[in-house]
């Protein structure tokens, strides 16, 4: 298919916002947000880097693509409303392999009623597609990294660890584990916490990272934006049953150092914690806590550990992408 035939086959018929004023067909796309602030990210996913063809099917290279773009919407306590795709795509690719891509686009675009509203489409070496995300956030709510305040409780959102469980089951095509199934799925079609980030509107302060990295890189980001130190508590890590059959040292790799998650980590004043509590109820959102936050002079942008009653530092050592 052509370039121009295959823009046609992806263009929405209707929109999902009354907001998204023009979509695919002109130079740029408009849509118009009074009242709010704009956000917006962009992400990329890169064969051989992101995924594989052991990894993922192309319906989940979309699914998982725009996930982690909202998922970074979430993050900053903001309701994402559109999206655009720039998409490299080597000529040997079929032309049913890049619906299924779009395919996926849609599903969980459909699920979190965002519009698709342009993007680009390049012949290449490698297949690469970049997400820009655009959302709003009421102003004075978005929940920025630097907002921790000494005193805070550190939470979680779900379980940890699972994504990078699958993955590793993936590559070593080892399907035959209880579970497998689930954990594979967390980490080909992850769930962002919108639902749960935009219904604690009505708490003041929290401040919200999303993992993407791990723990271990996620919690020395907020540590280190809010100039203050981490105390985390291993054994409060929220675990899957599913985890729960690997060695202790495993699944302590997968949920501080594995990443790819697309849970939230925050911390809230422990006064608004029971609020928390109540919104994830409403939310259908699993939340503990793992540790606190403190003043620390010195130790500020640390994140330390504890295991055995003593605690030690926590390096940042997710994923790093290299130039
Ligand atoms: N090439 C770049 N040019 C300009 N800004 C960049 C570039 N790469 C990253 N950034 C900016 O750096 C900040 C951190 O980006 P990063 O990608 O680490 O966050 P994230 O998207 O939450 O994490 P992840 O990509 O691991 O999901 C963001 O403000 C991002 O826009
Ligand atoms: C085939 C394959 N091999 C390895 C990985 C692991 N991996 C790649 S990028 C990343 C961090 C997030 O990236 P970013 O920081 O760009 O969001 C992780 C954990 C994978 N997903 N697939
Ligand atoms: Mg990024
Ligand atoms: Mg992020
Ligand atoms: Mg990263």
């Given at each position: 298919?052509?370039?121009?035939?295959?823009?046609?086959?992806?263009?929405?018929?209707?929109?999902?916002?009354?907001?998204?004023?023009?979509?695919?067909?002109?130079?740029?796309?408009?849509?118009?947000?009074?009242?709010?602030?704009?956000?917006?990210?962009?992400?990329?996913?890169?064969?051989?880097?992101?995924?594989?063809?052991?990894?993922?099917?192309?319906?989940?290279?979309?699914?998982?693509?725009?996930?982690?773009?909202?998922?970074?919407?979430?993050?900053?306590?903001?309701?994402?409303?559109?999206?655009?795709?720039?998409?490299?795509?080597?000529?040997?690719?079929?032309?049913?392999?890049?619906?299924?891509?779009?395919?996926?686009?849609?599903?969980?675009?459909?699920?979190?009623?965002?519009?698709?509203?342009?993007?680009?489409?390049?012949?290449?070496?490698?297949?690469?597609?970049?997400?820009?995300?655009?959302?709003?956030?009421?102003?004075?709510?978005?929940?920025?990294?630097?907002?921790?305040?000494?005193?805070d409780v550190i939470f979680v959102t779900g379980t940890i660890g699972d994504s990078s469980a699958g993955l590793e089951l993936l590559l070593n095509e080892q399907s035959d584990l209880n579970g497998a199934e689930y954990l594979i799925n967390r980490?080909?079609?992850?769930?962002?916490?919108?639902?749960?980030?935009?219904?604690?509107?009505?708490?003041?302060?929290?401040?919200?990272?999303?993992?993407?990295?791990?723990?271990?890189?996620?919690?020395?980001?907020?540590?280190?934006?809010?100039?203050?130190?981490?105390?985390?508590?291993?054994?409060?890590?929220?675990?899957?049953?599913?985890?729960?059959?690997?060695?202790?040292?495993?699944?302590?790799?997968?949920?501080?150092?594995?990443?790819?998650d697309f849970e939230l980590i925050g911390s809230v004043s422990p006064c608004n914690w029971q609020k928390v509590k109540q919104i994830a109820k409403q939310t259908e959102t699993p939340v503990v806590i793992i540790g606190k936050v403190r003043e620390?002079?010195?130790?500020?942008?640390?994140?330390?550990?504890?295991?055995?009653?003593?605690?030690?530092?926590?390096?940042?050592?997710?994923?790093?992408?290299?130039?």
């Amino acid at each position: 298919m052509n370039e121009f035939d295959f823009i046609r086959s992806i263009k929405q018929s209707t929109y999902r916002n009354s907001t998204t004023i023009k979509g695919i067909g002109d130079d740029a796309a408009i849509f118009r947000q009074p009242y709010q602030d704009i956000v917006t990210a962009v992400d990329t996913f890169v064969d051989g880097i992101h995924f594989s063809n052991k990894t993922m099917k192309p319906f989940h290279v979309g699914y998982r693509a725009l996930a982690a773009n909202i998922s970074d919407m979430a993050a900053m306590g903001a309701d994402p409303i559109s999206y655009l795709v720039s998409i490299v795509v080597p000529s040997h690719y079929s032309d049913q392999g890049l619906a299924e891509i779009y395919r996926g686009l849609d599903v969980i675009a459909k699920e979190y009623q965002l519009d698709l509203i342009g993007g680009d489409t390049v012949t290449g070496e490698q297949l690469v597609l970049s997400v820009t995300i655009n959302g709003a956030v009421m102003r004075d709510k978005v929940r920025y990294r630097h907002l921790m305040e000494p005193g805070d409780v550190i939470f979680v959102t779900g379980t940890i660890g699972d994504s990078s469980a699958g993955l590793e089951l993936l590559l070593n095509e080892q399907s035959d584990l209880n579970g497998a199934e689930y954990l594979i799925n967390r980490h080909r079609m992850p769930t962002p916490r919108v639902k749960f980030a935009k219904a604690l509107a009505s708490i003041d302060r929290i401040a919200l990272n999303d993992i993407s990295d791990g723990i271990a890189s996620e919690a020395n980001e907020l540590a280190q934006a809010s100039n203050l130190a981490i105390y985390l508590e291993e054994r409060d890590l929220p675990i899957s049953n599913a985890l729960k059959q690997f060695t202790r040292n495993q699944q302590l790799k997968y949920i501080l150092n594995g990443g790819e998650d697309f849970e939230l980590i925050g911390s809230v004043s422990p006064c608004n914690w029971q609020k928390v509590k109540q919104i994830a109820k409403q939310t259908e959102t699993p939340v503990v806590i793992i540790g606190k936050v403190r003043e620390e002079g010195k130790n500020n942008g640390t994140v330390f550990i504890k295991n055995n009653n003593d605690y030690n530092k926590l390096r940042p050592s997710g994923y790093v992408h290299k130039n």
